[in-house]
C-alpha cells in the first residue's frame, strides 16, 4: 500500500489514474519554508514515513510567474491563502505584459526507508534537520549527518501555459486562472487536467519508475 499524504480528495483522485493501491492519508506534517519545491517535499515525505511505517508519497507544487522571478512558486499555498488566487491574478496583470508566462511545477517525493539504486532521477539524501526534529540522539551525539538520513527520490513534472483572467469551475487553487493551450486548468474535465498537468506528469514518470523497481 502507498500513502498519499495530503488533505486534497482531488489530488488522490488524480494519482489514481496512474496507480493502484494508493490511499490518503491525512497527516499535518511540518512544511518548511524553501526556495525551491525539492527540499520541502521531501523533508514532508521523510516526517510522513517516520509517522505511518510504510511507505509515503508527498507532493510540493506551486505557480510560477516568469516575470515575477518565479513568484509564488514555493510559496503558492501561502500566498492564495493570505492574498487569494484572484489577487494573484490582478497582480500578474497590472504588473506584466502579455503574454503572462508561467509555469505549473510539482515535485513528488516518495520514501519508503529504503536506499535507492542511481537513476536519472534525483535523490535527496540531506537529512540533517529531519533528523533533528525526530530527536536523533546518535547524530547529536557525533555529528554525522548520514546517522538518521531516510533517502528521498524525487520526481518532478512541469506545464507551461499563462496567467489569465478566472475561467471555468472545476480544479482547485490556481488552475482558473492558469491557461494552458487555450483552455484553463478549471474549463477541464479532470480526465483533460491529468493527461496534461504538472502533478499528472510527476505521477506518470513515478509510475513507471516504481513499476520497475517492483519487477
Not at 548520514?146 to 478566472?166: I, M, N, Q, S
Request: charged residues 30%; contains cysteine.
Amino acid at each position: 500500500m502507498l500513502r498519499y499524504v495530503t488533505t486534497n480528495a482531488g489530488k488522490v483522485r488524480e494519482a489514481r489514474e496512474y496507480l493502484d493501491g494508493v490511499e490518503q492519508l491525512d497527516y499535518d506534517y511540518t512544511e518548511v519554508q524553501a526556495a525551491e519545491l525539492g527540499p520541502i517535499a521531501a523533508r514532508g515525505a521523510r516526517e510522513a514515513y517516520r509517522h505511518a511505517g510504510e511507505p509515503v508519497l508527498v507532493d510540493d507544487a506551486g505557480l510560477f510567474v516568469e516575470g515575477f522571478d518565479g513568484f509564488p512558486g514555493p510559496y503558492s499555498a501561502y500566498v492564495e491563502d493570505t492574498l487569494g488566487v484572484e489577487t494573484v491574478q490582478r497582480l500578474v496583470e497590472r504588473e506584466i505584459d502579455e503574454p503572462r508566462r508561467a509555469s505549473f511545477r510539482c515535485v513528488l517525493a516518495y520514501c519508503d526507508g529504503e536506499p535507492f539504486e542511481a537513476s536519472p532521477d534525483p535523490v535527496d539524501r540531506e537529512d540533517r534537520s529531519a533528523a533533528a526534529a525526530a530527536g536523533s540522539a546518535t547524530e547529536a551525539s557525533d555529528g554525522d549527518e548520514d546517522a538518521d538520513a531516510l533517502p528521498v527520490k524525487l520526481f518532478h513534472g512541469t506545464v507551461r501555459g499563462r496567467v489569465v483572467e478566472p475561467r471555468g469551475e472545476g480544479g482547485f487553487g490556481y488552475d482558473p486562472i492558469f491557461e494552458h493551450d487555450g483552455t484553463t486548468f478549471a474549463e477541464m474535465s479532470a480526465a483533460e487536467k491529468n493527461a496534461v498537468s504538472h502533478r499528472g506528469r510527476a505521477f506518470a514518470k513515478f509510475a513507471e519508475w516504481l513499476e520497475g523497481r517492483q519487477n
